[in-house]
């Protein structure tokens, strides 16, 4: 024993001294494993840690954001029920409001996540969940966390708050009132592009009554082997959440003077830079900016880079860059991404660890290759 790295069970069931100890397991009179889909010691320290991190009292973890995601609504909505959503956000949490809820009997409102009013106008005496994230993707609009999630308590509604563009590493919704903190660790936890992973945080009451039972019998369950990659990533996850936030700065600054319109929280020409600053320890990796020439122009500008990838991914280690209309936001179509804000000449990028003087040599000869 002695071991300096955690170990991995890789184990679908357990085995037990005598059969009085596996029932009482299985009626919750005492603690222990009981199968993979309900616990695992790898899965546990995962979870473990990620609670921690968040200053949550509960975390469990799921086998992908979107199954994260998934649970954290599915579990505490039924028919007759009524949700509030933003209006930007990941292309797949829009699908789940504007596609599967409403095939169960759950009326979905969409709203503009920036303008406080909206989010009260939006209330319904059957409004249960108020759900959004900030800064969003990829409009990197910034919502104001301790407004929406005090109003939402106030009235007896549950905030559920996507916060994976930060972790809690440079955000933590709980600290503003929010009830319910979901991720895609797949992003900046685990953060490298090995794993696939999801988490869920809030109270213990809300983990135990409402999302576990639902997860154990759907089986959203993450497998020990991604869980220690993740708990892998979570040692390194501080220094480079903020090496990738300053490089993301220093880039940030030189594309806001190459191109038509950028998106960056950090910013002065960003609208909600002192709300983000006051929410957010650090920028975070991620930012848009729009060109004028539409989808050509901005596919002439990705084919151009040598050294950020054409990648849908963020939170990784190293750079990459996509265009949001053709990528994670096409199923939305064209009227639902207008609507959103996504425009044809938008792109995002993840800045990574690398040198940020070679990204900016990069992006030059990007952008003069493209015509900027």
């Known amino acids: ?29 005492e603690e222990g494993m009981t199968y993979s889909r309900l616990q695992n010691p790898s899965v546990a320290m995962l979870e473990e840690r990620i609670a921690l991190l968040e200053g949550a009292e509960a975390c469990r973890v799921q086998a ?33 409001g ?5 095939r169960f009997g759950i009326d979905v409102t ?13 209330i319904r005496p059957n409004t249960r969940v108020f759900f959004f994230e900030t800064p969003a993707n990829p409009t990197m609009d910034v919502a104001d966390l301790e407004y929406i999630c005090g109003l939402a308590r106030a009235r007896g509604i549950i905030s559920v708050i996507d916060n994976a ?50 997860q154990r019998n759907t089986g959203p369950n993450l497998s020990p082997f991604n869980a220690w990659v993740v708990l892998k990533g979570l040692e390194t996850l501080d220094l480079r959440a903020r090496r990738q936030s300053e490089n993301a700065l220093k880039v940030g600054k030189f594309v806001e003077g190459r191109v038509p319109r950028i998106l960056h929280p950090w910013l002065d020409s960003h609208p909600g830079k002192a709300l983000a600053q006051k929410q957010m320890d650090a920028c975070g990796p991620i930012f848009s900016f729009v060109l004028d020439g539409g989808r050509e122009q901005a596919h002439g500008l990705l084919d151009a880079l040598q050294l950020i990838d ?25 009227e639902g991404r207008e609507a959103m804000g996504i ?30």
């Open 165 to 214: 563009f930060c972790t809690p590493a440079l955000q933590r919704p709980l600290e503003f009132g929010a009830d319910v903190v979901a991720y895609s660790a797949t992003k900046l936890m685990d953060g490298q592009g090995r794993v696939l992973a999801g988490a869920v945080c809030g109270s213990e009451e809300f983990i135990n009554e409402k999302l576990l039972p639902f």
């Open 98 to 102: 504007d596609n599967l809820l409403p």
């Open 310 to 334: 054409i990648s849908n991914n963020i939170g990784d280690s190293r750079s990459l860059m996509c265009h949001p209309a053709s990528t994670t936001h096409h199923n939305m179509g064209p």
């Open 343 to 372: 425009s044809e000449g938008m792109l995002r990028i993840n800045v990574g660890l690398e040198d940020p003087e070679d990204l900016i040599e990069d992006l030059d000869q990007a952008f003069t290759r493209a015509g900027l």
């Open 110 to 122: 969409v709203v503009d996540a920036t303008d406080n009013a909206a989010w009260e106008a939006a």
């Open 1 to 29: 024993m002695g071991e300096t790295s955690e170990a991995i069970f890789l184990t679908s069931g357990y085995c037990y001294d005598d059969a009085a100890t596996v029932a009482a397991r299985f009626a919750g009179d």
């Open 64 to 96: 992908s954001g979107m199954a994260a995601m998934t649970a954290a609504l599915l579990c505490q909505l039924s028919a007759g029920d009524h949700m509030v959503t933003a209006r930007a956000a990941f292309g797949s949490c829009r699908w789940l």
